[in-house]
Structures are given as structure tokens and as C-alpha cells.
């Protein structure tokens, strides 16, 4: 359960694990029966795991995708398939010009501004910044003006040290070893 006088929280890093730390910290929220919304910038597939875990944690756990879809997604999800990281969904997602990461920011202002959640994820943030589909004053803004009681996670690879100045808390995940590595494709259930 989060104190009452909030902050903000950075998962940073090159190693897996960002997304799935911001995750546990919305999921442990949503289990005392408080607020937690993951608002995913440029994530489209799906098909993760977290999006089966907030149909039994809803109304207190809500994980929104802005981003462009997986064409295999169902398939995927009803595990026909496995992700073959064809990289068409994070190619559509950057193209500059996507409306995905606005959508998202847009409905992250709705909710920290109405201040209902105690828990507000922003994940791969860094990512619409570092492609410039967002302006980091107005990102800086808004955590900023947050409810005096409210936390937001941030997560991302190399974040911007604007947004590192305004955490009280920053996790840097590293890579130590992986099973990517010894070439062990991505796992349902595991990597997503």
C-alpha cells in the first residue's frame, strides 16, 4: 500500500523487467483494494499476460495499450503461436506521426488529474520521448501537478534525465544473464 504523501518512480535500465517490477508494485496496490491504472505507451499486442491478471483484479487493477496491434495477436494470445518478433507492431508504434503515444498521454492526464488511482503506471514512457512523440515539459508537467497522495512509475529504457531529476525512487535494471542469450525465444508466461 502506497503513503499517503505519493511519489514518482523510475524502472529504468537494459535488462528485462521494467515493465513486470511497475506491474507487481499496480498489482500489489490493486490487492488492497486500491487503485491502479498501467497506461502502456506504444504497446499494442494483446496478448501479455498482465491483460488475463486484471480481469480477476478489476475494478481496482485497469492496464490500458495504446499502440498498434500484433497482426498474430489472437493467435498468440490462444497460444497457437509464439511471438516470431517480426517487429511490425514497434515499427508502426514510433513512426513519427502515430497517434498512439497522444492517446496515451492524453488518457494519463484524465486519470491523474481525476485522481482516483493511487497507483498510476506509465510504461516504455521513455520510449514515446526518445522518439519525440511527446514533449518532455509537458510530461514533466504532469508529474508535477499529480494528487499530493498519488505514485507514478515510470519505465523505460534511458530515461531522460529530466524525468530522472523528478523521482524520488530509480531502479536500474541490468543485465547480468538472460535466455535470450543462449538463444531461448521469448516464453508465454515468462517474457509475456
Known sequence: MMG????VIVFTGDAKGKTTAALG????TASYGQRATVIQFLK???????????????PYLEIRQFGFGCPYSAAIKNGTIQCIQCGKCFGENRRPGSPFARQAFEYATQV??????QVVVLDEISH?????LLAMDEVVSLLVSRPEGMTVVLTGRNMPDELLQVA???TECVPVKHPFESGIAARRGSEY
Not at 499494442?44 to 478489476?58: Q, S
Open 4 to 7: 499517503k504523501r505519493g511519489k
Open 25 to 28: 508494485l499496480a498489482v500489489a
Open 44 to 58: 499494442g499486442g494483446g496478448y501479455t499476460g498482465e491483460l488475463f491478471a486484471k480481469e480477476w483484479l478489476t
Open 112 to 117: 491523474v488529474t481525476a485522481g482516483e488511482s
Open 128 to 132: 514515446a520521448l526518445r522518439h519525440k
Open 168 to 170: 524520488d525512487e530509480i
